[in-house]
């Protein structure tokens, strides 16, 4: 309603000011604000007065209409051309209005990313800005949900300006303080940044946007902990090839030493093309070269979490986010060193022998009780593994709330029924454990957190149940509700699922909010239910069949999570030092079930809210 204007104003500290607004309601609006007497809201369609306006601004701000569509193509003179632009309305818009530029006049515009996509093409408005001499000299990411509930799409703010530069300055916002300060210092001296959100300066021809830069410096990093290296994409596949869009299409020619890798979903990479899912017809076929790298060890990398935070690199498109080619073939893989080529086909047939080793323990299973009396034979090929050892090594991979409780339960012997009530303490330590998880990711967004609130307090009510006097069912209820929403913005907006959680790390949001996991609590809040709160005394046998019941459940936590969290630990914070707008913490990492806890230094691009929330 042309409120933008008033702040702008205030902070300018401008001469002359004038708005335009398509509503006429508008300026009746703004006349009865504080602060806006001195303001021109001239009422009509934007991009038509713009056109014809020949003043000229020191400044232009505008928080653009995205994905409407423009009626008619705008006539635009370059040189000794009149060229017609077709392209989105705000798009056009922009284009516009920066005409109206002075010499060293800036224009400073919201948009989504498709403005860095598709209007960079030929014919397009940012492609015609560029031709004016007018380019992106800065881009500024809004984190994902910044426009929730209205939209979910990533936007930056771009800052347009006269200039033959043709690089810019890409950052992203937060709403620490400190941050905002190090990242408008950082602009204005033309200088990156401690870290990517604070700046980099970047070629604006290939920029596509903030997320992609971080995420590289992420894969550089990562990569260098995993100790591999960078190949530039053609120096390992030669050839690439692309499933054809037909409703009739059967398929690419099988070749050797190829990978199938799908261009939008985070289905599994594979080696086959029928081990893809049948719906599943958009797929790149890469074919790697034997000499540089083994198809298996390059599908099998792809499927993890580094793999899939790769293949997020490089998708774009604002609805539906695919992998291009041209960017597919400008990136880099990481491999082991070629001096340890030969360590590929051992990692592979490392992983071959652990798959041996899941069908063997299946097979011992189906023997068993297809003739449990032969439980001796089963017993003797059982030993082979070491269990017991391995189970303690993965409780030492937990957060400390959950690994210490745990070790309890391995470590300590008594009655079944001693036995299963610890472990029932482990399930609603769990529960409430991730239902905190949880909340804290979405009551940063508090519209969002508002319609949750609403959800579980309805399903608290039906169930008698209420966070006042919380209970094993109190929990159970926020995580079957949290974790459905988690699940359902991982599939519709990833971004915003990234940036409510703080992590890019697929295989973690996928792990704290599996189904498998919601009912693994619930079967335990029952048993609760059945055996603790509402009984007397348990006959011996009883209890041992209720004890083996949660150890049932505890092996599906464990499937499920895995080693997981050694990618999202829980940590203390300790002492702080800010330098150049990075907090750099001294924290203990509170994992595991031993104590003390082992000190570490992180460095944060925000700083860690010592607050709470009701």
């Given at each position: ?42 009422p ?10 020949s ?19 705008l ?13 989105d ?23 989504p ?13 940012r ?19 910044t ?9 930056h ?12 300055f ?10 905002q300060?190090?990242?408008?210092k ?17 070629p604006?021809?290939t ?5 992609p ?15 591999l ?20 299409f ?7 030493n ?35 790298a ?28 695919r ?6 073939e ?6 082991p ?26 097979e ?48 300590q ?40 609130k ?27 509700v ?49 055996w ?22 505890i ?10 969290w050694?990618?999202y ?25 031993r104590t ?7 460095e ?11």
């Amino acid at each position: 309603m042309g409120l933008l204007t008033i702040p702008v104003k205030e902070r300018l500290n401008t001469k002359v000011i004038q708005a335009y607004s398509p509503n006429e309601s508008d300026r009746e609006v703004l006349r009865l604000l504080d602060g806006a007497s001195d303001i021109t809201l001239v009422p009509g369609d934007p991009l038509a007065l713009n056109h014809k306006s020949s003043s000229q601004f020191d400044a232009i701000v505008a928080c653009i209409p995205w994905g409407l569509a423009a009626k008619t193509p705008l006539e635009v003179r370059v040189g000794s051309h009149t060229l017609s632009v077709a392209d989105d309305y705000g798009h056009l818009l922009i284009l516009a209005s920066c005409q109206h530029l002075s010499e060293k006049g800036i224009g400073v515009f919201v948009v989504p990313n498709s403005f860095f996509f598709a209007s960079g093409r030929s014919g397009k408005a940012r492609h015609t800005l560029e031709q004016l001499g007018i380019r992106l000299t800065a881009a500024i990411e809004l984190p994902a949900g910044t426009f929730q509930p209205f939209t979910g799409i990533p936007t930056h703010i771009v800052v347009l300006q006269r200039t033959t530069d043709e690089t810019l300055f890409a950052g992203k916002y937060s709403p620490d303080l400190k941050h905002q300060e190090a990242l408008l210092k950082n602009i204005r001296e033309g200088k990156e940044g401690e870290s990517p959100s604070l700046g980099r300066i970047v070629p604006s021809e290939t920029f596509k946007g903030y997320s992609p830069i971080e995420m590289e410096e992420k894969l550089v990093e990562q990569s260098r902990r995993m100790g591999l290296v960078g190949y530039p994409f053609r120096e390992v596949v030669t050839e690439v090839n692309r499933s054809a869009k037909s409703q009739n299409f059967e398929g690419l020619l099988e070749k050797p030493n190829s990978v199938y890798l799908p261009e939008m979903a985070t289905t599994s990479a594979t080696m086959s093309q029928e081990a893809l899912p049948e719906r599943l017809k958009s797929y790149y076929q890469l074919v790697v070269d034997p000499e540089v790298a083994d198809a298996a060890f390059v599908a099998k990398l792809l499927n993890t979490s580094f793999g899939q935070l790769w293949r997020d690199s490089l998708r774009s498109g604002t609805t539906i986010p695919r992998i291009g080619k041209s960017q597919l073939e400008a990136s880099t893989l990481y491999l082991p060193p070629k001096a340890a080529k030969g360590l590929q086909r051992q990692v592979i047939d490392c992983d071959q022998h652990i798959t041996r080793l899941i069908s063997e323990l299946k097979e011992l299973g189906a023997q068993l009780w297809k003739r449990p009396t032969a439980i001796d034979k089963v017993t003797s090929s059982l030993r082979t593994v070491n269990r017991e050892e391995r189970f303690q090594d993965w409780i030492d991979t937990l957060p400390f709330p959950l690994a210490s409780i745990l070790w309890v339960c391995h470590a300590q012997a008594g009655s079944y029924r001693e036995q299963y009530e610890r472990k029932i303490h482990f399930f609603e330590a769990l529960a409430e454990f991730l239902a905190i998880v949880h909340m804290s990711a979405f009551v940063s967004h508090l519209s969002t957190w508002s319609d949750l609130k609403k959800r579980f307090h309805s399903a608290m009510t039906t169930a008698s149940l209420s966070l006042e006097r919380a209970t094993f069912g109190t929990w159970v209820v926020l995580v079957e509700v949290l974790s459905a929403e988690t699940r359902r913005v991982l599939e519709k907006e990833p971004e915003w699922c990234f940036e409510l959680f703080k992590t890019q790390n697929r295989k973690v949001l996928e792990a704290v909010s599996f189904k498998r996991i919601v009912s693994a609590v619930k079967t335990a809040n029952k048993i609760r239910n059945d055996w603790i709160g509402h009984t007397g005394a348990v006959r011996d046998a009883n209890a041992r069949a209720v004890n083996e019941q949660l150890i049932e459940q505890i092996s599906t936590v464990r499937e499920t999570f895995g080693v997981v969290w050694e990618e999202y630990e829980l940590v203390l914070p300790g002492s702080c030092k800010m330098r150049q707008g990075i907090w750099d913490y001294t924290v203990k990492k509170v994992m595991g079930s031993r104590t003390p806890f082992p000190s570490e230094n992180v460095e944060l691009t925000e700083g860690i809210p010592l607050c709470q929330h009701r």
